[in-house]
């Protein structure tokens, strides 16, 4: 079938035929039920047939959307209006220095960067940054790398992971020159600037000397993409006598490493979204190896800190044992030993219905616990003293004053008398903060503001409108909503509108500021941002009430939230676009089959609209991981007839779908490109409508895109037109854009 020539009211000029991939009907069969896929053969990722097929995709997204082109420009050039393009990050110490990025103007990467730390007894003057500026280096400035140098010539570029050893010497980081995500491990002599001949090829993300600088630990991942060792490399030794520390073989677990924040062990992290277990290191006896906190066989979600209270070791245990939002419990190693259920912890952070507990980690002097609370992230301090007792005191929250911002810790160290907090909320920039620990002569402690990202172009918050909001499912469920707009678009029901959601993973789309999206609120657009079902806004039953076979909450979750928002007298119901990526390009997919009249275009991402064909190959990239996520559908019937009966690409119909953007990287590793290469003919083929289905895909991107900031500039100003065009509102309303 070749799809009717589109024709724009701009230009009248018609666009090339959309490409017609050929038909190679391939049966899948499972539990009886036989699919047949007639674009399978468009994995071939080698075949020069495949090549040259998407290739013909982008040269028809280029003539169908080329009208945009100004648009986007525009965009982009708003986008680089506002922003300070040389600057600088707060620096952040670590031992004897301090540590920062600079960007700098006309050039694609961060540089980092570290200068010497004083030491003069007061511990908060200590740990207060040096005063730096954009474009001026400070004295005894040391560059560590240059991103701009080590991409030049490249076609891709991202950094992995990075560590210094304690003493400041050696340097290691991890570089990905072709976006999927395989990482090579260079060596630095920080005292010489010579690097060391140690290279390690194909290593996952993060990297950690041991304290004593002798070894490196890092990641490997498997044929599936799933990091399942963790290996030691000593300096000066082939790479092919590298230790495996851990090596897991269950193909449904994750595998990561951090060391405990006193740096005593290394600490493994083996789990699912639903059960975990974790692996401690002694460093000081390192030859004993590893010992369980608890087994998985006992199926508790949990993450352990290890560290020393009063001299004494302890355990400090998140963990969601009797209680469905976690809680924090104090744990002696010796009770270990007995059975779980014999076992005697000490409450620190008791469950609540209402506040879901998703981590906690400690300093020298304090817990540091990290909460979600009327859908907001935020953070509470417990002093160690009198921890778990009768004189544990009462926790301490850094106070701030909007209604809708995200709040998290960026870094601590242990020693140190504060922590390095980041804030943001919708139309407030990125602020960094340290705050310093209480103190019984200071018990609420004290936020010191470090910086508030710069944004350039004339902007003032006050423009803007941020709202709370909710909508009614439909099973009577409440779905908030953050609602944003210019402050002079008018109640009139005639605005365009974009609803954007993601809802898996217990992932939550939490407020924060983006000098992209002013782009799209100053054309008039309102912006909806579901926290649909299968995200963590509202804790955990949140996310298991938008999962497996409750996943279909996710999709009439978002219908929910556009018919709100069609009702919401701000817009037109007939200029309403939506837009996801990964896990919400699946979301994309589902709400076109099952309302595309509501939508004048979607926008997905890596779109993972192909998942039950991923999910039943255990062999694909990272699909054993996402059993936990889905079901696992090899295996169980019913799984299977659920996901087949959501599935966007098997659940296309004769249906007047909409405009449509596929967005894809050739180098993804987890939303492979087939996925919606397969979904873009599929919609084609059958849509009874006219409107253009179009796939852009970036040949030398991973799943991010493509690397370097002006490069990721343009990707996210061709969406963003793609949206204003299809809604029409591709003008600045009177007084807004740059000033």
Same mark, same amino acid.
């Given at each position: 079938?070749? %799809? ?8 009248? #000029? ?36 495949? @090549? ?79 005063? @730096? ?25 991202? =950094? ?38 140690? @290279? ?77 277990? #974790? ?77 879901? =507990? ?8 304090? =817990? ?312 873009? %003919? ?58």
């Amino acid at each position: 079938m070749t %799809q009717t020539p589109v024709q724009h009211p701009a230009d009248h #000029t018609p666009a090339s035929a959309a490409p017609v991939a050929r038909k190679i009907p391939t049966e899948r069969t499972h539990h009886g039920d036989t699919f047949v896929d007639n674009y399978e053969w468009l994995r071939a990722k080698d075949s020069e047939d495949v @090549v040259e097929h998407l290739k013909a995709e982008n040269a028809y997204q280029e003539a169908v959307t080329a009208h945009q082109e100004p648009l986007r420009e525009a965009i982009f050039q708003e986008i680089k209006g506002r922003t300070q393009e040389t600057d600088l990050s707060v620096p952040n110490r670590k031992d004897g220095w301090w540590y920062y990025t600079r960007s700098v103007e006309g050039k694609e990467y961060g540089i980092q960067c570290r200068v010497k730390a004083l030491n003069t007894g007061d511990p908060v003057a200590d740990w207060t940054p040096p005063a @730096v500026e954009a474009g001026v280096e400070l004295p005894g400035e040391e560059v560590l790398l240059d991103c701009n140098v080590e991409a030049e010539g490249k076609p891709f570029f991202a =950094v992995g992971g990075t560590a210094v050893t304690v003493d400041g010497n050696l340097y290691a980081y991890a570089v990905d020159n072709a976006g999927d995500e395989r990482f090579t491990l260079r060596f630095k002599d920080l005292r010489t600037g010579e690097m060391l001949p140690d @290279v390690i090829e194909n290593i996952f993300y993060g990297v950690s000397f041991s304290p004593d600088g002798t070894r490196l630990f890092y990641t490997v991942v498997d044929d599936a993409w799933r990091p399942y060792q963790v290996k030691s490399h000593v300096l000066g030794t082939p790479v092919t006598d590298d230790e495996v520390i851990y090596q897991e073989d269950d193909v449904a677990m994750w595998l990561g490493f951090d060391l405990a924040s006193d740096r005593r062990h290394l600490v493994l992290s083996i789990g699912c979204s639903e059960y975990s277990e #974790t692996r401690l290191l002694r460093f000081d006896d390192y030859d004993a190896g590893l010992s369980t906190v608890i087994s998985r066989d006992e199926r508790v979600l949990y993450e352990a800190e290890p560290f020393l209270l009063d001299g004494a070791e302890k355990i400090l245990v998140t963990h969601n044992r009797n209680a469905i939002n976690s809680m924090v419990s104090l744990v002696d190693p010796a009770e270990l030993t007995r059975p779980l259920a014999e076992q005697e912890w000490t409450t620190v952070v008791e469950h609540s219905d209402q506040v879901r =507990v998703n981590g906690a980690g400690v300093t020298s002097t304090h =817990v540091i616990v990290s909460v979600r609370k009327d859908t907001i992230e935020r953070v509470q301090v417990l002093a160690l003293a009198g921890l778990g007792t009768a004189e544990q005191g009462d926790p301490v929250e850094p106070a701030f004053d909007e209604e809708l911002y995200t709040a998290g810790v960026a870094g601590s160290d242990y020693e140190a008398p504060v922590i390095r907090m980041g804030y943001t909320s919708y139309f407030t920039p990125s602020r960094v903060y340290d705050f310093v620990l209480p103190t019984p002569a200071q018990p609420a402690g004290e936020l010191l503001l470090r910086k508030e990202s710069p944004v350039l172009g004339g902007y003032s918050p006050s423009d803007y409108v941020a709202t709370r909001e909710w909508a009614t499912a439909a099973d009577g469920t409440k779905v908030p909503l953050s609602v944003l707009r210019h402050a002079s678009v008018s109640r009139d029901s005639s605005a365009a509108g974009l609803v954007y959601g993601y809802g898996s993973y217990e992932l939550s789309m939490d407020p924060g500021f983006g000098i992209p999206r002013l782009s799209l609120l100053d054309r008039g657009i309102v912006f909806v941002i579901a926290h649909i079902r299968g995200g963590g806004e509202l804790g955990r039953h949140w996310y298991e009430d938008g999962k497996k076979l409750h996943k279909k909450n996710t999709f009439t979750d978002f219908i929910a939230a556009t018919d709100w928002l069609a009702g919401s007298e701000w817009v037109s119901p007939s200029r309403i676009a939506a837009m996801g990526g990964s896990a919400g390009g699946l979301l994309m997919g589902a709400v076109a089959n099952l309302a595309p009249e509501k939508y004048a275009a979607i926008v997905a991402a890596v779109p993972f609209v192909d998942a039950l064909t991923t999910i039943l190959d255990p062999e694909l990239p990272l699909s054993a991981l996402e059993w936990e996520e889905w079901g696992n559908p090899i295996t169980d019937p019913e799984v299977y007839a659920y996901m087949k009966s959501y599935t966007p690409y098997e659940n296309v119909g004769a249906l007047p779908y909409p405009k449509i953007a596929a967005v894809t990287s050739f180098n993804d590793t987890r939303v492979l490109y087939v996925e919606p290469a397969k979904w873009v %003919q599929a919609l084609r083929a059958v849509s009874t409508g006219s409107e253009p289905i179009v796939m852009k895909i970036e040949m030398d991107g991973g799943h991010g895109g493509a690397s370097g900031r002006y490069v990721q500039w343009r990707e996210r100003a061709w969406d963003y037109a793609f949206v204003a065009d299809s809604v029409g509102a591709v003008e600045l309303l009177p007084g807004a854009g740059l000033k």
